[in-house]
């Protein structure tokens, strides 16, 4: 923690001490206003701009590089069992989908740095940005409250990864008190995540933002999400959660409904991961990328040595889907369709080129075909794609699955889960036919359908101590359920990940490690 905290102290205020111990001759001690020290920063309109940018761009920790052929994203995929890999060539993502990662795995250690980075960036944001003046109270207002979602949105990983994590909420020195934090409880966490989100919401937002940044319609779908994790494990809230959770859903719907052109589902799949669609309607919130900055980091899911884009056979096939997960969609499911839902079987050489088969079923869900190039068109190269974090399939399905745990579906619940099978094609008996049991388990089998590979599954395996069987199409509980791309059985320590060993070692006050780890 002492090290990554010092680590995460923002470039600008880097670029300060460098400035200050930097000499001594008299150019230096007349100072130049142009230049970034720390007393000098956080004084005007636009520090305060530069500084929410760089908690947005800390977002992308998601997709930097673990290893030869692998990315941090891969963390939330190899353990859910819906996917395997063709290059083995990476250990660490090798122990992932084997289930026998330890604290030493650098997925685990990635994702804590880059969490924690966000939580540091954002803490600067809010101590900092409140003293600068003259500034717009309204700009002001907005970029706190952007600050507050992202501070939030971090702490949301943070305690479905890990439980009880250290709860920062002030930048951190070598002066700090708590500079070796000790670990807050889960309930903290959350109290935390709940408060600055509820924060967020009055801040003035935008419903939607097709500039990328934190809407209102994010910050309500989040917490529809916190409310519906809090429901069930490991603080089990229930009901009172469940409702928090459906009303919040609710109101993203409402305002959907009255506003389509604003939010809605799109009409195709192919659209789902369109470019020139990103931030608008079904996307609610993204992590931005564009090649000029950082281009999009899903190509570990191109097929392996298969001509699929303008670089030839030279896909790296880390995460691909298991047959089992992919034989499951029902007959005529439009998500299983080559080419048209989130798999394909056959591209085009090269991108561009002749129709090939490629011998197996891939992920198309984050296929950027402008970039790669489709049917006689070449493509740009550029993989500007951003990566999807909240969809409005997903709010539709929190809510069906919070409302029918108040007691029964009703109709609006039933209407919100028939609107993902109808985009899918498939026929959804009447409401009548199910009950509280038979339609709880097929919302869960929607999402694990609709939002596969966007690293949701995990969690809900963890808030729901429960896992699809691709094989009965039931649901199996979480400790005892094998993995059909490891035949491994999940264990109880697998609902938590371990701390990362270089933590402990700087922070003794994080003991203990996490139950079933060294």
Known sequence: MKINIIKHISSAALFGLLLLGSGCTKFLEERDPSNLAPDNFYTIPEHAEAAIASVYAGTRFIGDGAGIFSSNWQLLEAVTGTSTTETAQNSDLNNLYGLIYDPNTGHVIN????????????????????????????????????????????????????????????????????????????????????????????????????????????????????????????????????????????????????????????????????????????????????????????????????????????????????????????????????????????????????????????????????????????????????????????????????QNELGAPTQDAYDAFKRIRDRAKLVTPALGTYNQSTFREAVWRERWHELCYEQITWFDMVRLRKVYNETTNGFDNFVGHVNLSSNQPLQSKHLLFPIPRPELQNNPNLAPQNPGYQ
Do not use: C
């Open 111 to 402: 994702y804590w740095n880059g969490i924690y980075r966000v939580i540091a960036q954002a803490n600067l944001v809010l101590a900092k940005v409140p003293g600068i003046t003259p500034m717009d109270d309204a700009q002001k207002k907005r970029i706190l409250g952007e600050a507050r979602f992202l501070r939030a949105w971090a702490y949301f990983y943070a305690v479905r990864l890990w439980g009880d994590v250290p709860l920062i909420t002030k930048p951190q020195t070598l002066e700090s008190e708590d500079f070796f934090p000790k670990r807050g409880t889960t309930e903290s966490v959350y109290a935390l995540i709940v408060e600055d989100l509820i924060a967020a919401e009055e801040a003035g937002l935008s419903w939607m933002n097709k500039n990328g940044r934190v809407s209102l319609a994010a910050v309500k779908s989040e917490l529809a999400l916190v409310y519906l994790t809090m429901a069930g494990f490991p603080l089990s809230k229930g009901a009172s959660h469940y409702k928090l959770a459906a009303d919040k859903a609710n109101e993203v719907i409402t305002y959907a409904k009255a506003n389509p052109a604003a939010i809605d589902l799109f009409a195709t799949y192919a659209e789902v991961h369109r470019e020139t669609l990103k931030n608008e309607k079904e996307h609610i919130f993204m992590i931005q990328y564009n090649s000029v900055v950082a281009g999009n980091p899903m190509d570990n899911m191109y097929p392996n040595f298969k001509p699929v884009t303008f670089n030839g056979a030279s896909g790296t096939g880390s995460t691909v889907p298991t047959r089992q997960f992919y034989n499951s969609y029902e007959a005529g499911d439009e998500r299983a369709k080559d080419r048209e839902g989130y798999f394909y079987t056959s591209y085009f050489t090269n991108g561009n080129g002749a129709l090939f088969q490629l011998g197996a079923p891939y992920i198309f869900k984050h296929f950027n075909t402008i970039a790669n190039g489709s049917s006689g068109v070449a493509g740009t190269r550029n993989n500007n794609l951003n990566v999807p974090l909240i969809r409005y399939a997903e709010i539709l399905l929190v809510y069906a699955e919070a």
